[in-house]
C-alpha cells in the first residue's frame, strides 16, 4: 500500500504598497475566496489559522486569500525582526494540515454585508450595479490582489460607488492614489452613471 508523501510547503515574502503589511506566499491553496480579520474576535469564531496569528504580539491584522497571507503588523516592531518567525510560523501551521478557515465563514460573511449595506437595488440600477461589480471583480481586483489586498464592491448610492479596501491595501498610503485615479477614472469612462468613488477600510 503506498501512502502519499506529502509535498513540502514552500513560502517566500513579497512587499505591498503598504510597509506594515507584508504577504506571506505559498505554494498551497490556503483559502478560495477572500478573508479579512481585523478583530481577534473573528478570528476566533472563523479561522483557526488567524486566531493563532492573532496571537503573536505583532500581527494587528490577517487577511487569508488563495494562496497566501498578508500580515499587517503593529507599529513599534521592524520586519526584519519578525518576518522570519512569521514564516516559520505559517509553514509549520499549514504542513501540519490544521484548519485555515471554518466551514461557513463566506455564508456568514454574505450575511452580514448584505445586513450592513441594507440598500435594495430597483429597475436600472440593477444591471448598472453587476455591471460595476463585474469590472472591478475583473479589472481592479486581480491587480490588488498582487499587492496583498482586497476591494469589495459594498454599494452605489446617486453615481457615487463605494467600495472596501482589506488586506494590505486598508490604510496604505498610495491605495488612496490607486482608487481615485486608477479605478474611479475606469468606472467613470465605462459607467458613466459614475461620479464618484469612495473607499471605507474594511
Do not use: H
Not at 489586498?149 to 454599494?155: D, L, R, T, V
Not at 492614489?177 to 469612462?189: P, Q, W
Amino acid at each position: 500500500m503506498e501512502t502519499a508523501t506529502k509535498s513540502p510547503v514552500m513560502i517566500y515574502t513579497e512587499q505591498t504598497p503598504n510597509p506594515e503589511s507584508l504577504k506571506f506566499v505559498t505554494n498551497k491553496m490556503l483559502y478560495r475566496g477572500t478573508a479579512d480579520f481585523r478583530t481577534p474576535d473573528l478570528a476566533t469564531d472563523w479561522s483557526p489559522l488567524a486566531n493563532e496569528l492573532f496571537k503573536l504580539p505583532y500581527v494587528k491584522g490577517v487577511y487569508i486569500c488563495n494562496n497566501f497571507v498578508t500580515l499587517t503588523k503593529e507599529m513599534n516592531y521592524q520586519w526584519e525582526d519578525v518576518m522570519l518567525k512569521g514564516k516559520e510560523f505559517i509553514k509549520d501551521y499549514v504542513e501540519a494540515g490544521k484548519t485555515i478557515i471554518n466551514e461557513g465563514f463566506e455564508e456568514a460573511q454574505a450575511k452580514l454585508e448584505a445586513e450592513s449595506t441594507g440598500i435594495e437595488y430597483t429597475g436600472d440600477e440593477v444591471e448598472l450595479v453587476k455591471k460595476i461589480k463585474e469590472l472591478i471583480n475583473t479589472y481592479v481586483k486581480p491587480a490588488v490582489e498582487m499587492d496583498g489586498g482586497n476591494i469589495e464592491f459594498k454599494s452605489f448610492n446617486k453615481g457615487v460607488v463605494s467600495v472596501i479596501l482589506q488586506g494590505s491595501c486598508s490604510g496604505c498610503p498610495s491605495s488612496t492614489v490607486t482608487l481615485k485615479s486608477g479605478i474611479e477614472g475606469m468606472l467613470k469612462r465605462m459607467v458613466p452613471q459614475v461620479t464618484e468613488v469612495v473607499a471605507e477600510m474594511g
